[in-house]
């Protein structure tokens, strides 16, 4: 996705001049993204509940192989990006010359080999995955991201990650159950990631009234599902975690209603980008779509949050939205976006 500029950057278009320690320090969090990386934890937790399973070592180490590489992709991106910033973003690390652009290239293969070798640790079925989740961010970067393949690569890459943590979970036990479990809630992860790439494509010039509108209409078609209970929790875990999921209220095939937790979460998640996706309908402006997307993205816990809760995890749903007010709160000093 492209970046809207963050307040107070504007003094690094004057020269990157000499760099401290708190500079240097600035500039690498800019580049990648300090703040969204607190909406990549809730993947793996997500994924893991969809398993019916209680994280666990693994499931960490997945969280740990998300984090690098995401942390990757953000490198990689700018790096890809770095003619195109020199004329539209020359506030940016790599043009500005805070960042040269070998250090992002170099962190780039950095976190990737990290991210790559956590999975590893946490077993074949989690590096069956890693693999080709690592395999579709270089892949977006630096080549597909422009093409109109490039909103369902990134869709992809994030229910991938959610799948990550479904088979670092199961282990080798039986992750093919795990994963197949775990698919819904990737996908509807995906979907949101579709519409809100969509409607990044070109938000520096102006977006687009219908990516907006579609992206609206996914929020309420997600919205209406998350507040529907499973149809079936068969093959999703032993019998011991269904009947624990039933003493804590998550609806099963007996076709109770969903429970008001999850009703909640999934009312914190509409509410964040239904009235700035509405206001990007309206006026596709670069500040209204770059408002839609930050929003889009900022999205992503309650809706993290949202399926954990659904599958019957609420201490990852605790978990989960315990970030937002981290991101938050750095959001303040660093562009999300």
């Given at each position: 996705?492209?970046?809207?500029?963050?307040?107070?950057?504007?003094r690094?278009?004057?020269?990157?001049?000499?760099?401290?320690?708190?500079?240097?320090?600035?500039?690498?969090?800019e580049?990648?993204?300090?703040?969204?990386?607190?909406?990549?934890?809730?993947?793996?937790?997500?994924?893991?509940?969809?398993?019916?399973?209680?994280?666990?070592?693994?499931?960490?180490?997945?969280?740990?192989?998300?984090?690098?590489?995401?942390?990757?992709?953000?490198?990689?991106?700018?790096?890809?990006?770095?003619?195109?910033?020199?004329?539209?973003?020359?506030?940016r690390?790599?043009?500005?010359?805070?960042?040269?652009?070998?250090?992002?290239?170099?962190?780039?293969?950095?976190?990737?080999g990290?991210?790559?070798?956590?999975?590893?640790?946490?077993?074949?079925?989690?590096?069956?995955?890693?693999?080709?989740?690592?395999?579709?961010?270089?892949?977006?970067?630096?080549?597909?991201?422009?093409?109109?393949?490039?909103?369902?690569?990134?869709?992809?890459?994030?229910?991938?990650?959610?799948l990550?943590?479904?088979?670092?979970?199961?282990?080798?036990?039986?992750?093919?159950?795990g994963?197949?479990?775990?698919?819904?809630?990737?996908?509807?992860?995906g979907?949101?990631?579709?519409?809100?790439?969509?409607?990044?494509?070109?938000?520096?010039?102006g977006?687009?009234?219908?990516?907006?509108?579609?992206a609206?209409?996914?929020?309420?078609?997600?919205?209406?599902?998350?507040t529907?209970?499973?149809r079936?929790?068969?093959?999703?875990?032993?019998?011991g975690?269904?009947?624990?999921?039933?003493?804590?209220?998550?609806?099963?095939?007996?076709?109770?209603?969903?429970?008001?937790?999850?009703?909640?979460?999934?009312?914190?998640?509409?509410?964040?980008?239904?009235?700035?996706?509405?206001?990007?309908?309206?006026?596709?402006?670069?500040?209204?779509?770059?408002?839609?997307?930050?929003?889009?993205?900022?999205?992503?816990?309650?809706?993290?949050?949202?399926l954990?809760?659904r599958?019957?995890?609420p201490?990852?749903?605790l978990?989960?939205?315990?970030?937002?007010?981290?991101?938050?709160?750095?959001a303040?000093?660093?562009?999300?976006?």
């Amino acid at each position: 996705m492209s970046r809207r500029r963050p307040a107070g950057e504007g003094r690094a278009e004057a020269g990157p001049g000499p760099l401290g320690r708190t500079g240097r320090a600035r500039a690498w969090a800019e580049l990648l993204r300090l703040p969204a990386l607190f909406t990549v934890p809730g993947d793996a937790l997500a994924g893991a509940a969809a398993t019916s399973g209680r994280a666990n070592r693994r499931t960490l180490l997945a969280i740990g192989s998300s984090l690098c590489l995401y942390e990757a992709g953000m490198a990689l991106n700018d790096w890809a990006d770095r003619a195109e910033d020199a004329v539209e973003r020359p506030h940016r690390p790599l043009p500005s010359g805070r960042v040269h652009p070998t250090a992002a290239l170099a962190a780039a293969c950095a976190f990737t080999g990290a991210g790559l070798s956590l999975a590893a640790c946490a077993g074949r079925p989690a590096l069956t995955v890693a693999v080709p989740l690592a395999t579709t961010v270089w892949a977006y970067d630096l080549s597909l991201k422009r093409t109109a393949a490039g909103p369902l690569a990134m869709a992809t890459a994030r229910g991938l990650d959610l799948l990550l943590g479904a088979a670092a979970t199961t282990g080798t036990g039986a992750p093919s159950t795990g994963i197949r479990a775990a698919l819904p809630s990737a996908a509807a992860l995906g979907a949101h990631t579709l519409a809100v790439t969509t409607v990044s494509r070109r938000e520096t010039q102006g977006g687009s009234p219908l990516a907006a509108l579609s992206a609206l209409t996914t929020t309420a078609a997600l919205s209406r599902l998350l507040t529907h209970p499973p149809r079936s929790q068969g093959g999703k875990g032993s019998q011991g975690s269904q009947e624990s999921q039933g003493s804590q209220g998550t609806p099963g095939t007996s076709g109770r209603s969903t429970s008001p937790g999850v009703a909640a979460l999934t009312a914190a998640y509409a509410t964040t980008v239904a009235r700035p996706y509405f206001h990007a309908t309206l006026n596709p402006s670069p500040p209204l779509t770059q408002r839609a997307v930050g929003a889009g993205i900022r999205a992503m816990i309650p809706l993290q949050c949202a399926l954990s809760a659904r599958s019957g995890a609420p201490v990852a749903a605790l978990l989960t939205a315990a970030l937002s007010p981290l991101a938050a709160r750095f959001a303040k000093k660093v562009s999300v976006t």
